[in-house]
């Protein structure tokens, strides 16, 4: 099956994200990575009027680790994680593969119940 229609927006900047979700409000789905909205899409098991698309934002790809949390952007996929820098550093071992999907899935489930995201950035792994 394929989508109902819908608007298609990709912001540059998390500015612009935020005007749109201000201005759609319950009408948008937020796009990450497409592994639970494309499927949920395609079934019409939801419908909104427009998907955002922040999956190329780099602002919202970040990986950090500090102090003993490692903090991921809300567009971080799976793979990008597991060769990051600051994961190689406090080496795999430390952080889960199942842990590091999370944020994102986080970030679209946050969106598709239109749940508050209190700040761009979500919590993977605690050690």
């Known amino acids: 099956m394929k989508p109902a229609a819908f608007d298609y927006y990709r912001p540059a900047t998390v500015a612009e994200t935020v005007g749109l979700l201000a201005e759609l409000r319950e009408d948008a789905a937020v796009l990450a990575g497409g592994m639970t909205l494309g499927p949920m899409l395609n079934l019409r098991m939801v419908r909104p009027r427009a998907v955002i698309d922040i999956s190329r ?69 605690s050690w």
């Not at 602002?59 to 567009?75: D, E």
């Not at 071992?93 to 995201?117: E, F, G, H, N, V």
């Open 57 to 125: 934002m780099d602002a919202l790809r970040t990986i950090s680790v500090g102090g003993n949390v490692l903090a991921t952007g809300s567009a971080v996929v799976q793979g990008d994680a597991l060769q990051s820098e600051a994961v190689r550093r406090e080496g795999r071992s430390r952080c889960l593969s199942s842990d590091i999907s999370k944020p994102a899935t986080a970030a679209r489930s946050a969106a598709r119940w239109r749940m508050p995201i209190r700040a761009p950035r979500f919590r993977s792994a």
